[in-house]
């Protein structure tokens, strides 16, 4: 029975009280072939493990997803993701061991020649810089973008996150604000997936053969929100782990 001491309670109760769409905290079923959403709509996601023989290790709360990188392959993907239809959160705890070209956190993004068919959102490391970036499709279909100014601290807990509020896009680490755009709305197109540590290719179930950007580390605690929280409400989120 879970108790409101248990570790991460109040961080975890923070995300439900905020109403995710999906809300991953990395529970993964004993044939480590499920990514559970413990939240109302159990999105539930596929690990593909590639050539390792544990996806799971202690996360920033609780368990984690391990992944290993372009050497080993391994990603999750959660197929018929509903797309955000105005406005858009997501928040993660990320622990990069490596910075593979732009290794992927969460994304709703496919290599697509049709420029809106390309998705809503690329959240991850930027190219080979590995800086922490979010770039978007507008509702008019442009790529709007934003990203760090210093590499992704490798060996360490971060929490990343962005949200667009139909606006501005916003890009934070550990609470703070640290890049921002003009971005109006968000694009009502792209694959009906959602991959986690990886990039797809155009049908949205296979990684993208030339950049697939497989994240090599942990992930945990994802959470994605249809509408923007606020900075304080990231800046809490933050602060309930400390």
Not at 87 to 101: D, F
Not at 153 to 173: K, Y
Request: a negative charge; hydrophobic letters at 40%; proline letters at 7%.
């Amino acid at each position: 029975m879970r108790t409101l001491d248990e570790p991460g309670s109040g961080y975890r109760e923070l995300i439900r009280h905020y109403d995710p769409i999906a809300y991953y905290r990395m529970r993964i079923t004993p044939d480590a072939t499920q990514l559970v959403d413990v939240f109302a709509q159990h999105l539930h996601g596929q690990i593909v493990r590639g050539t390792s023989e544990r996806t799971s290790a202690p996360g920033e709360i609780g368990a984690g997803l391990r992944l290993g990188g372009p050497a080993v392959r391994s990603y999750a993907v959660v197929p018929n993701f509903p797309l955000a239809p105005a406005a858009l959160t997501v928040c993660a705890w990320v622990r990069a061991e490596s910075r593979p070209r732009w290794a992927s956190i969460a994304k709703n993004w496919v290599k697509n020649p049709t420029p809106n068919e390309r998705g809503q959102f690329h959240f991850g490391l930027w190219h080979d810089e590995g800086t922490l970036e979010v770039h978007v499709h507008d509702r008019a279909g442009a790529e709007i973008g934003v990203r760090d100014t210093a590499p992704l601290p490798l060996g360490e807990w971060q929490f990343v996150a962005f949200t667009l509020d139909g606006s501005m896009l916003r890009l934070f680490r550990d609470g703070r604000e640290i890049a921002s755009a003009p971005c109006v709305g968000i694009s009502p197109t792209g694959p009906a997936a959602l991959a986690l540590g990886v990039k797809l290719e155009a049908s949205g179930r296979e990684p993208e053969t030339n950049t697939p950007g497989f994240w090599d580390g942990t992930l945990d605690e994802v959470a994605v929100f249809h509408r923007a929280l606020t900075s304080a409400q990231i800046l809490a989120l933050y602060d309930a782990t400390r």
